[in-house]
């Protein structure tokens, strides 16, 4: 998928030994195209964070695991395209030189040597394209370099939303069209020159890198995608430095060290977090010991007071509690009473049924009660 130019596609022969693997990578890449690397310096970094433990997926054509600069850092990743298979055995160049920028060997030009690669390989359509982001942020991806394509079709806006609401650091060329957003970098191209390749409008750009002329593996690139390169590889440094940082606090700390708009690996890297972000949140120091000590006299002030005031603040309402707690005692005695009188009336020794009366009692009874004039 890179539109950039890829020059002098050998595939590297693999050879034995840390210094001959430098040589030849010299001998690829003349010191004219090496302009990149020198600006950067990633290397000043890298006693700080290397981008060891953070996975960046390249969404693209693809790469080649087997290449020597890439041994041990490439994963066999996903063809999307084809529905099944790896996305690490790819022959195209741009793939592999994309990830050359990335995670390259420190014998020649990657900014972030520690980063693991994710290949996804995809074709043509939006829709791919937002099945590939998916796929890498459920393959651990922290960080995902959309080499290109069409950022503004909101199928991929809404995956590319999905994954940095997931943590992930999008990191898109300027030639995709994406909207600005935290979470997200959009990457423009200089020269060595340090002049903008194209003029890019002031609200489609958050950083700029390298991306004319710049050596990576298999010979000199240019195009936004491998500027944008530069810059997931600075993303993995920052996010193998302080990974507690989430995806939005990792976009501002690259844009706020960034040099005249250019990326910046060892500022990013090693610049203090503001204030309340990442370990700095907290962090909270105080002015002075005159400080803290108040502080500390002033709660057990406050401690004091409330046990001095409790138990009065507390007193009629505890009278009020006991007093409606011998009520409901005394109510539920007397219903128990009169349930025993009512349950066991026939068994009271003091209580006799009424007789039954003849009429002739009755008779006598009313005469006594009213006696006959």
């Given at each position: 998928m890179g539109r950039g130019r890829h020059r002098a596609a050998l595939r590297p022969t693999a050879v034995r030994g840390r210094l001959v693997v430098g040589l030849r990578a010299a001998e690829r890449h003349p010191a004219a195209a090496a302009w990149g690397q020198t600006l950067l310096a990633p290397a000043k970094a890298w006693p700080v964070a290397n981008g060891a433990g953070v996975k960046v997926a390249i969404i693209g054509s693809g790469v080649d695991g087997a290449t020597p600069e890439l041994a041990g850092r490439v994963t066999a990743g996903a063809d999307v395209g084809a529905g099944a298979g790896r996305a690490d055995n790819a022959c195209d160049g741009s793939g592999t030189a994309l990830a050359g920028l990335v995670a390259g060997n420190d014998d020649t030009f990657g900014v972030a040597p520690g980063a693991r690669i994710i290949p996804i390989k995809v074709g043509a359509g939006s829709q791919q394209l937002a099945t590939a982001i998916d796929v890498a942020v459920a393959a651990g991806a922290r960080v995902i370099l959309v080499t290109a394509g069409d950022a503004a079709d909101a199928a991929v806006r809404a995956?590319?939303?999905e994954a940095i609401s997931r943590d992930v650091v999008v990191v898109l060329p300027v030639s995709t069209g994406g909207t600005q957003a935290d979470g997200l970098l959009r990457a423009g191209a200089i020269g060595e020159d340090r002049r903008v390749a194209e003029e890019y409008p002031a609200d489609r750009v958050?950083?700029?890198?390298?991306?004319?002329?710049v050596a990576?593996?298999?010979?000199?690139?240019t195009g936004p995608e491998f500027a944008a390169a530069s810059v997931a590889g600075t993303v993995a440094l920052v996010r193998s430095a302080h990974p507690e940082l989430h995806a939005a606090d990792v976009t501002r700390q690259v844009r706020s060290t960034a040099t005249d708009g250019v990326v910046n690996p060892v500022a990013a890297v090693t610049t203090a977090l503001p204030s309340g972000?990442?370990?700095?949140?907290?962090?909270?120091?105080?002015t002075s010991s005159l400080g803290t000590l108040s502080q500390v006299l002033l709660w057990i002030a406050v401690a004091l007071a409330v046990c001095l005031l409790l138990p009065f603040v507390l007193q009629r309402p505890a009278r009020r509690?006991?007093?409606?707690?011998?009520?409901?005692?005394?109510?539920r005695q007397a219903q128990r009473a009169r349930a025993r009188m009512l349950d066991?009336?026939?068994n009271d020794?003091?209580?006799?049924?009424?007789?039954?009366?003849?009429?002739?009692d009755r008779d006598e009874i009313t005469e006594v009660i009213h006696p006959a004039r």
């Amino acid at each position: 998928m890179g539109r950039g130019r890829h020059r002098a596609a050998l595939r590297p022969t693999a050879v034995r030994g840390r210094l001959v693997v430098g040589l030849r990578a010299a001998e690829r890449h003349p010191a004219a195209a090496a302009w990149g690397q020198t600006l950067l310096a990633p290397a000043k970094a890298w006693p700080v964070a290397n981008g060891a433990g953070v996975k960046v997926a390249i969404i693209g054509s693809g790469v080649d695991g087997a290449t020597p600069e890439l041994a041990g850092r490439v994963t066999a990743g996903a063809d999307v395209g084809a529905g099944a298979g790896r996305a690490d055995n790819a022959c195209d160049g741009s793939g592999t030189a994309l990830a050359g920028l990335v995670a390259g060997n420190d014998d020649t030009f990657g900014v972030a040597p520690g980063a693991r690669i994710i290949p996804i390989k995809v074709g043509a359509g939006s829709q791919q394209l937002a099945t590939a982001i998916d796929v890498a942020v459920a393959a651990g991806a922290r960080v995902i370099l959309v080499t290109a394509g069409d950022a503004a079709d909101a199928a991929v806006r809404a995956a590319t939303s999905e994954a940095i609401s997931r943590d992930v650091v999008v990191v898109l060329p300027v030639s995709t069209g994406g909207t600005q957003a935290d979470g997200l970098l959009r990457a423009g191209a200089i020269g060595e020159d340090r002049r903008v390749a194209e003029e890019y409008p002031a609200d489609r750009v958050d950083v700029l890198a390298p991306g004319v002329e710049v050596a990576s593996i298999g010979g000199a690139v240019t195009g936004p995608e491998f500027a944008a390169a530069s810059v997931a590889g600075t993303v993995a440094l920052v996010r193998s430095a302080h990974p507690e940082l989430h995806a939005a606090d990792v976009t501002r700390q690259v844009r706020s060290t960034a040099t005249d708009g250019v990326v910046n690996p060892v500022a990013a890297v090693t610049t203090a977090l503001p204030s309340g972000v990442g370990v700095n949140a907290a962090d909270v120091k105080p002015t002075s010991s005159l400080g803290t000590l108040s502080q500390v006299l002033l709660w057990i002030a406050v401690a004091l007071a409330v046990c001095l005031l409790l138990p009065f603040v507390l007193q009629r309402p505890a009278r009020r509690l006991a007093g409606l707690a011998k009520r409901a005692w005394a109510k539920r005695q007397a219903q128990r009473a009169r349930a025993r009188m009512l349950d066991d009336g026939d068994n009271d020794p003091f209580w006799e049924p009424p007789s039954t009366a003849s009429s002739e009692d009755r008779d006598e009874i009313t005469e006594v009660i009213h006696p006959a004039r």
